[in-house]
């Protein structure tokens, strides 16, 4: 359970579902929020 | 610090995205969006290693004298450097997608910021995961093998969310 909690895709699946539940509650704030943390962690591992 | 220093190199360079934005303001909509759906169409094929398309970057590492400045001022300077997304490689398309989005959209000035911290709490999201896990040297093993699917995914879900507002 907790190996894949922290899988480095988990936090991509949560993202993904929170835009999804952003998008569809029309909070547009929120939703580029969740753009900006995609974009943030699509640069894991670059440093 | 380091957390904190992500967050404000997230805001520092929405700020200058939003800055720049007005120049692209006296554009038709029709051609402002296209912009980014085509950057966005060409990022889920470059990410797949399909399509070679060089994008601009600095293409080096932070020195490493940025962290002995320190113990809290060298984890803040790094995290800054870090969080501005400008100061490193970017090894993934869906920032360049944002930021296309950012100058052409200008969805206002507090929206944008906004976005500048969600950047940063996404670049923290690493280093949380991974002294979450009990394995690091696995945890990194693990990552790199999960490279492509994450930044791929990243970069249809960006595109996803960006019809959702924009169209």
Known sequence: MRSRATDPLAPLL????????????????????????????????SV | MFAVGLVAGGVLSATVLWLLSGLAAPLPEVARYA???????????RDLGLLRLPLPQNARQIPQAVL????????????????TGVRTYVSASAPYVLAAALLVASPGVL??????????????AT?????????????????????????????????????ALLL
């Not at chain 2, 896990?133 to 699917?149: F, N, Q, V």
């Open chain 2, 35 to 45: 912009v980014v759906f085509a950057l966005a169409a060409l990022a889920v094929p």
């Open chain 2, 111 to 124: 929206t944008t910021l906004i976005t500048g911290v969600g950047f940063g709490i996404g670049r923290a």
């Open chain 2, 127 to 163: 280093p949380v995961a991974r002294a979450l896990s009990t394995d690091d040297d696995a945890w990194d093993a693990l990552l790199r093998r999960r490279t492509r699917p994450l930044i791929t995914g990243a970069a249809v879900t960006v595109a996803a969310l960006l019809a």
């Open chain 1, 14 to 45: 949560v993202l993904a579902v929170l835009g999804v539940a952003t998008v569809l509650a029309g909070l547009d704030v929120l939703t580029w929020t969740v753009l900006g943390g995609l974009a943030g962690y699509s640069l894991s591992g």
């Open chain 2, 68 to 83: 002995q400045a320190g113990t809290l001022t060298g984890a803040g300077r790094f995290g800054l450097e870090l969080g």
